[in-house]
Nanobody, 121 residues
Framework: VQLQASGGGLVQAGGSLRLSCAGS????????MGWFRQAPGKEREFVAA????????YYVDSVKGRFTISRDNGKMTVFLQMNSLKPEDTAVYYC???????????????WGQGTQLTVSS
């Protein structure tokens, strides 16, 4: 499968943006799809995930109440609605999908190429 993330850009602090991630090629029904981000000089960190079977969602504490992950029923597509953006949200955002069941929303085996989000103060 190929995962294509899109929707990044430059936004002012307090603004909103929605990221999309669409699968193509040899798609599968994932156990989880998620978003991670990596800021310059920092390690990649988990942001949000959605469990495909029941739409349960998971978030890192720093984005709870501001970001919402959702999916497109019938398609291997996830979205990340980001509101009340802060400069510290600036990073490259990656989407990911898990084909194999590990039980954890932190484990993924398919990754997209990333989309840049820059939040100006």
């Amino acid at each position: 499968v190929q995962l294509q993330a899109s929707g990044g850009g430059l936004v002012q602090a307090g603004g909103s943006l929605r990221l999309s991630c669409a699968g193509s090629g040899r798609m599968f029904t994932p156990y989880f799809m998620g978003w991670f981000r990596q800021a310059p000089g920092k390690e990649r960190e988990f942001v949000a995930a959605i469990r495909w079977s029941d739409d349960n969602t998971y978030y890192v504490d720093s984005v709870k109440g501001r970001f919402t992950i959702s999916r497109d029923n019938g398609k291997m597509t996830v979205f990340l609605q980001m509101n009340s953006l802060k400069p510290e949200d600036t990073a490259v955002y990656y989407c990911a999908a898990s084909r194999f069941h590990t039980g954890s929303y932190l484990d993924y085996d398919s990754w997209g190429q990333g989309t840049q989000l820059t939040v100006s103060s």
